[in-house]
């Protein structure tokens, strides 16, 4: 017999879709975005010995996206078919990824000093494989992101999407051991080496960053109206877990420091951050009607925040690191160079969601049309058009 969901239903409730109003959740967007602001600062000083301890935690935002993935993929695959979703990531992923990849690449060219392996990155990057090496490190989360894409196609292909908490609930479980585990290594307690999947393939198994996506999907069913007593206490398995894999990572970066830190004082900084935006988003869930209803102009302006977000988290470490470097051999400080490559990054990435991402996408979905229509009749494909189920 099935559970009876725990009654949250929040204002704007009913079946997810790709559209504007009380159902989008545009607080998101402003947790999106700062979560890019935190990973922008933190690769623009954290190997500065000058301003080395001045962003460190930033690195936090990267948790924040896989919790942001979890809830907004629910909400985008929720009674979609397997073909609209699939079409709809890859309209998210790639156009972006091209266009940054691009402009990278440019900037580069344009730094001196020859890098030989600068077209093998840029081939990665440009097509986002799964292994690398890529044109900035932060494109190591995509192939983390699309294995999750992946498991969540797989549940409406078999049209199973209705056992997505139940995916959540074995997600938890599965990321949550591999932690506890993880810790003991990283802390000493054992020595289990081959659990040090640093930023590699093995990331795709989700065993590291699981509990984030699930915790996300967590959240979204509980906007739903739709979490169990099963859902909650897997939540709370995840919100437990979820501190040993950022915990862990402060010692990773404390070890990979240019600057001596002390993991005692800055430790509790990034479950600080992680926490806040945690909070961000259920506020944001919570008053998402609320929020739908401020004016049309401001609504439209945290959307192109929202868009901008990728773009900056792509751009910022080689067209904000290029900034810097110009503008400390102008005779910049550290700090000041940083902000300029910030701000830079910031404007790049805004005239890249405005502007050349949207004319790529386009391009790209009249491109992704023509199959469609010449497959959407055909009875052996009609597993792909239809709807893989609902929540």
């Not at 301003?51 to 460190?56: E, G, L, S």
């Not at 986002?128 to 498991?151: D, H, K, M, Q, R």
């Not at 609930?169 to 949550?176: F, G, I, M, N, Y």
């Not at 386009?362 to 199959?371: K, V, Y």
Request: hydrophobic share 55%; charged share 10%.
């Amino acid at each position: 017999m099935p559970e009876t969901p725990i009654k949250h239903t929040l204002p704007g409730g009913g079946p997810a879709r790709h559209r504007s109003g009380a159902d989008y959740v545009y607080g998101i967007d402003m947790v999106r975005f700062a979560a890019a602001l935190l990973v922008t600062g933190f690769h623009l000083t954290w190997r500065d010995p000058a301003v080395a301890d001045v962003m460190w935690s930033g690195w936090a935002g990267v948790q924040v996206f896989f919790v942001v993935s979890g809830f907004v993929i629910a909400n985008s695959a929720n009674n979609a078919t397997p073909i609209a979703f699939i079409r709809s990531r890859l309209l998210r992923l790639y156009p972006a990824a091209w266009v940054c990849s691009i402009l990278c690449l440019v900037a580069f060219v344009l730094m001196p000093g020859p890098d030989p392996d600068l077209a093998r990155r840029f081939i990665a990057s440009f097509t986002l494989a799964p292994a690398g090496p890529y044109i900035a490190s932060a494109y190591w989360t995509l192939p983390v992101e699309i294995a999750f894409y992946g498991a969540v196609f797989l549940l409406l292909f078999s049209g199973n999407f209705h056992r997505l908490p139940q995916f959540a609930l074995a997600l938890t479980a599965a990321s949550s051991a591999y932690l506890g585990v993880y810790s003991l290594h990283v802390f000493g307690a054992v020595n289990l080496p081959f659990l040090e999947f640093e930023y590699g393939m093995l990331n795709m198994t989700l065993l590291r960053h699981g509990v984030f996506f699930a915790l996300g999907i967590f959240l979204w069913l509980w906007s739903r109206g739709k979490l169990t007593r099963t859902g909650m206490a897997a939540a709370l398995l995840a919100l437990i877990a979820a501190p040993l894999e950022i915990t862990a990572r402060s010692v990773e970066f404390v070890e990979r420091s240019p600057v001596p830190l002390n993991l005692a004082d800055l430790w509790m900084n990034p479950l600080l951050i992680w926490g806040a935006s945690l909070l961000a988003i259920i506020a944001s869930a919570r008053w998402r009607a609320e929020i739908a209803t401020l004016p049309p102009s401001l609504l439209a302006l945290l959307r192109v925040v929202g868009l901008a977000t990728y773009p900056l988290y792509l751009l910022h470490e080689v067209i904000g690191g290029s900034a810097k470097a110009l503008a400390m051999q102008a005779g910049a400080s550290s700090m000041a160079g940083a902000v300029t490559g910030g701000a830079l990054s910031i404007a790049v990435a805004l005239l890249v969601a405005a502007v050349l991402e949207p004319a790529v996408r386009d391009r790209l979905r009249r491109l992704l049309d023509i199959p469609q229509a010449a497959f959407s009749a055909r009875p052996a494909f009609s597993t792909f058009y239809r709807s893989g189920g609902t929540v």
